[in-house]
């Protein structure tokens, strides 16, 4: 049977209105899925910039103090350095001298001798012998003068320089750095007398008193006393006072301190 045009279009039409009632009622039977919302952006802020440590800087290199005079008046009394001197003093003695100058001469030691002018013009060999040891030379005054630093300068003066000339006309060309003022009678005016002359005033750290003699003491205790106040008292930059002239049981005392000072100490002739 044939439908009409005008049929058919109504038809066309029944056909599109249920079309979109379908389609309606499926959209509301799955609503949409929201949309989601961004998430929120968070600012991170920027690192902080990393700080280098700044090197450390390097410690100065200590150099070692210059030697600052703590004696009498001025004097020295320490070797400036961790290394011990050994001084002898009032020398040259015939019979003394030459046995200490073996005995160092074992010992690999230099020392220092402080001479007293009068036994320099005597035994002039004998500073000759000192000289070609290596060893130092002191100008301990023409005759032992206890007094001397109390005296005028121009006494003092001509009392230092007859011992220099004395011991430069033994030991021609002799260097004489040192200066001892007998039984370390320092004054500043013998100090600066001795300053003009080229030569360091020098005292002592360590004096174990050799040149007492007390009562009734014997050779034997006299040696030990004298080994155990060396051993006890002496320390790095020590000088050492001792004495070569008529003192014999100094003499045998070194025979082992040498030894026992040369384990523990760099010895050294200032």
Request: hydrophobic letters at 40%; charged letters at 25%; glycine letters at 6%.
């Amino acid at each position: 049977m044939r439908l009409s045009r005008s049929k058919k279009l109504v038809l066309l039409g029944v056909a599109l209105v249920m079309v979109g009632l379908a389609g309606r009622a499926s959209a509301n039977e799955t609503p949409a899925a929201p949309l989601a919302s961004p998430a929120p952006t968070r600012s991170v802020p920027a690192p902080a910039p990393v700080k280098k440590a700044k090197p450390k800087p390097k410690p100065a290199t200590v150099k070692p103090a210059a030697h600052k005079p703590s004696g009498p008046a001025g004097s020295r009394m320490t070797t400036g350095t961790k290394a011990v001197a050994l001084t002898f003093d009032d020398g040259p003695d015939p019979a003394q001298t030459p046995r200490i100058l073996k005995l160092l001469a074992q010992n690999h030691t230099k020392a220092t001798f402080c001479l007293v002018g009068k036994n320099v013009q005597k035994h002039p060999e004998l500073v000759r012998k000192i000289v070609a040891g290596g060893h130092t030379l002191c100008n301990h005054t023409w005759s032992h003068d206890l007094k001397l630093g109390k005296k005028s300068p121009a006494k003092i003066k001509a009392d230092l320089a007859r011992t220099n000339a004395a011991i430069r006309k033994a030991a021609p060309n002799a260097k004489i750095r040192y200066f001892r003022a007998p039984g370390g009678n320092f004054t500043p005016g013998v100090v600066a007398v001795a300053k003009q002359l080229g030569m360091t005033s020098l005292y002592w750290r360590v004096d174990p008193r050799d040149w007492d003699h007390p009562k009734n003491e014997t050779h034997a205790q006299h040696r030990a006393r004298v080994i155990a106040r060396v051993e006890r008292n002496t320390h790095a930059g020590a000088i050492v006072l001792s004495h070569d002239y008529a003192q014999p049981d100094t003499i045998s005392a070194y025979r082992k301190l040498l030894p026992w000072l040369r384990k523990r100490y760099k010895l050294v002739a200032l």
